[in-house]
């Protein structure tokens, strides 16, 4: 069974920063960013291949950055410029194969979520 564990939420003033992991348990060819804030659907935010290609939604797009150590099986998230609309629980999601997208159905792994609140 793959293990994901993020750390690193907070909260924050508008326009800050924080930096988000997640370490697996092992080697994962597709991980993501996804995002859910109360009474609203889990949103991806961001995904990375272990080839480094990555994809951003459009709302964080400039702003956010995903990048992955292979070596330490670990993603991170570095958010800048944080405006409250981006307030809610984050969650790592990993799979092994297939096509990398934002789809949350198609990942098999999660991780427990590690909220984020901004505040204006």
């Known amino acids: 069974q793959v293990q994901l564990v993020e750390s690193g939420g907070g909260s924050v003033q508008d326009g800050g920063r924080l930096i988000l992991s997640c370490t697996a348990s092992?080697?994962?060819?597709?991980m993501a960013w996804f995002r859910q804030a109360p009474g609203t659907e889990r949103e991806g935010v961001a995904y990375i291949t272990s080839g480094g290609s990555t994809s951003y939604v459009a709302s964080v797009k400039g702003r956010f950055t995903i990048s992955r150590d292979n070596a330490k099986n670990t993603l991170y998230l570095e958010m800048s410029s944080l405006q409250p609309e981006d307030t809610g629980m984050y969650y790592c999601?990993?799979?092994?194969?297939?096509?990398?997208?934002?789809?949350?159905?198609?990942?098999?792994?999660w991780g427990q979520g590690t909220q984020v609140t901004v505040s204006s």
């Open positions: 092992k080697a994962l060819y597709c």
């Open positions: 999601a990993a799979r092994t194969g297939g096509y990398c997208n934002m789809a949350p159905h198609a990942f098999t792994y």
